[in-house]
């Protein structure tokens, strides 16, 4: 993990060439979807456009993170 410490701003990048944080990404990555997933089910079955925003939310997390693995 880099640290950016200009003084405007500091920004932490990943690097999925290490194994470590490449296994903190794919672990981000299943609970991301897994949030999907049960957000997403608990939206259609309460009709709760509140949960189906989350697991959109959460799935454009993971459509993030999917490039970086």
Same mark, same amino acid.
């Given at each position: 993990?880099?640290?950016?410490?200009? @003084?405007? /701003?500091? /920004?932490?990048?990943?690097?999925?060439?290490?194994?470590?944080?490449?296994?903190?990404?794919?672990?981000?990555? %299943?609970?991301?979807?897994?949030?999907?997933?049960?957000? #997403?089910?608990? %939206? *259609?079955?309460?009709?709760?456009? %509140?949960?189906? %925003?989350?697991?959109?939310? @959460?799935? #454009?997390?993971?459509? *993030?993170? #999917?490039?970086? *693995?």
């Amino acid at each position: 993990m880099i640290a950016n410490n200009n @003084n405007n /701003e500091s /920004e932490i990048q990943l690097d999925a060439s290490n194994a470590a944080e490449r296994r903190t990404l794919l672990w981000a990555l %299943g609970i991301n979807f897994l949030q999907v997933i049960v957000a #997403g089910l608990v %939206g *259609v079955i309460a009709d709760s456009t %509140g949960f189906l %925003g989350a697991a959109l939310d @959460n799935l #454009g997390d993971a459509v *993030v993170y #999917g490039p970086c *693995v």
